[in-house]
Nanobody
């Protein structure tokens, strides 16, 4: 069983920066995708960014140029560096891990962008 624990959320002013971290524990297949999704109140969960174990990335158009996803495969961690944050980035951010063993989600961390 894989468990994911996110950290790093909080309150930040518009234009500010924040970094999220996600640590995975348990058995993870070497070929996998880790990433970040978010869900704002009253909206569906949406993709933010993903990264394969090989380093291929995928970003939502709304965050391209502002967010950067990275991984430390040895530590089974994924990070999301968020810059130039906007109020519309406010959401609960979830870490996701997917491999041939299954799909796993973290419990989420709140990011609030407000002055």
């Amino acid at each position: 069983q894989v468990q994911l624990v996110e950290s790093g959320g909080g309150l930040v002013q518009p234009g500010g920066s924040l970094e999220l971290s996600c640590a995975a524990s348990g058995s993870i297949f070497s070929i996998n995708v880790m990433g970040w999704y978010r869900q704002a109140p009253g909206k569906e969960r949406e993709l933010v960014a993903t990264m394969t174990n090989g380093g291929n990335t995928n970003y939502a158009d709304s965050v391209k140029g502002r967010f950067t996803i990275s991984r430390d495969n040895a530590k089974k961690m994924v990070f999301l560096q968020m810059r130039s944050l906007k109020p519309e980035d406010t959401a609960v951010y979830y870490c996701k891990q997917a491999d041939r063993g299954g799909i796993y989600w973290g419990q989420g961390t709140q990011v609030t962008v407000s002055s």
